[in-house]
């Protein structure tokens, strides 16, 4: 596994004038309903414990006002915490600096918002190298550079053109393009795709996963979108009302959601179609002479095969290794709990 590269600790967030009067009010058990009803202060996020592992997708998804977007706003420091401790890379980003803290958004976060923020009077490329020019990297260097992200993007021939001259999803990319221009460790995305058609959405999704295939980036991916978590994390984190209810890998969000407002999220979702076939194989059972499937399809993708030899497939790794089986059994089980 790879080591943590975001730790979050004990981190409270109340808004309001008097708030650090009102952390052992929290701490007490009073909910984020009653400390505006009693004492007028707003309950942004309540003892949030949170490891981010290097070049990994973490999703943090909840409903509107669970604190999602203030927790990847902490990241940053664009919100300073009533209380607690946000770890990068075993440095204290709360005792940053002025100077600490502005190299450290320029140079090691990026940050990609649901409203693109581009500049409608700067075209595409001078868009891109924002942040290379306000690191001072020289023109040749910073053209030379946006034009790579450009291309990596999908944008190629569209560099002078001006934001109101592409559609959303073209825009996104400007936005993407530009938040990985300046090489960050961290990409941090509040909602990135949420403005987006479904089928621009998908294809924006699509292309976060290629990329960081090869850029191995450490992504903080915000979303209210169940659908949207489950394709792109490798963790999802569940808020509701400013505390953090659960956070695991998208089979054990699935199949064993911490309580009912988790389970409400997850009971409409098609588990065939999201579940991986190693999240329930037999790793006892390896057969020699089954059909192969690899760990990483669907399970929905494997249904053909079950259905038509009604036979136990054997499950290989990349390098076709077996190292479990799947039965009908096992599929039908899945089948039945949605």
Not at 71 to 99: A, M, S, W, Y
Not at 158 to 168: D, R, T
Request: contains cysteine; negative net charge.
């Amino acid at each position: 596994m790879n080591k943590v590269k975001i730790k979050i600790e004990n981190l409270y967030k109340i808004f309001g004038p008097k708030a650090e009067n009102y952390i052992q009010v929290v701490r007490d058990g009073t909910d984020k309903d009653e400390l505006l009803a009693k004492y007028n202060h707003v309950l942004g996020l309540d003892n949030i414990n949170l490891d981010i592992y290097d070049q990994s997708i973490q999703v943090v998804m909840g409903l509107s006002g669970s604190g999602k977007s203030t927790l990847i706003r902490h990241i940053n420091r664009l919100i300073e915490p009533t209380e607690g401790v946000v770890l990068v890379d075993d440095q204290d980003v709360t005792r940053f600096d002025k100077n600490e803290l502005l190299d450290f958004r320029r140079t090691r976060t990026g940050m990609v918002f649901q409203r693109f923020g581009l500049f409608p009077h700067q075209n595409i490329i001078e868009n891109v190298k924002l942040g290379l020019s306000i690191k001072g990297v020289d023109k040749s260097e910073s053209n030379e550079t946006a034009m790579y992200w450009i291309d990596k993007v999908g944008l190629n021939g569209f560099e002078f053109k001006f934001p109101n001259q592409l559609s959303g999803g073209m825009q996104q990319r400007v936005g993407l393009a530009r938040a990985l221009a300046t090489d960050p460790d961290i990409l941090l995305m509040d909602e990135a795709f949420s403005a987006l058609d479904p089928l621009i959405r998908s294809d924006m999704q699509d292309q976060l996963l290629d990329l960081q295939k090869n850029l191995k980036k450490t992504i903080v991916f915000i979303t209210h979108d169940l659908d949207e978590a489950l394709k792109l994390g490798d963790s999802i984190a569940i808020l509701n009302g400013g505390k953090l209810v659960q956070n695991g890998k998208p089979e054990d969000i699935l199949l064993n959601p911490a309580d009912d407002y988790v389970e409400k999220f997850v009971q409409d979702v098609n588990r065939a179609k999201v579940l991986k076939v190693k999240s329930i194989m037999n790793k006892k059972n390896q057969p020699n002479d089954a059909p192969k499937i690899n760990m990483n399809d669907s399970i929905e993708s494997c249904l053909p095969t079950i259905l038509e030899t009604r036979a136990t497939l054997s499950v290989v790794d990349d390098d076709n290794n077996i190292i479990g089986s799947i039965s009908d059994k096992e599929v039908a089980s899945i089948l039945r709990s949605n």
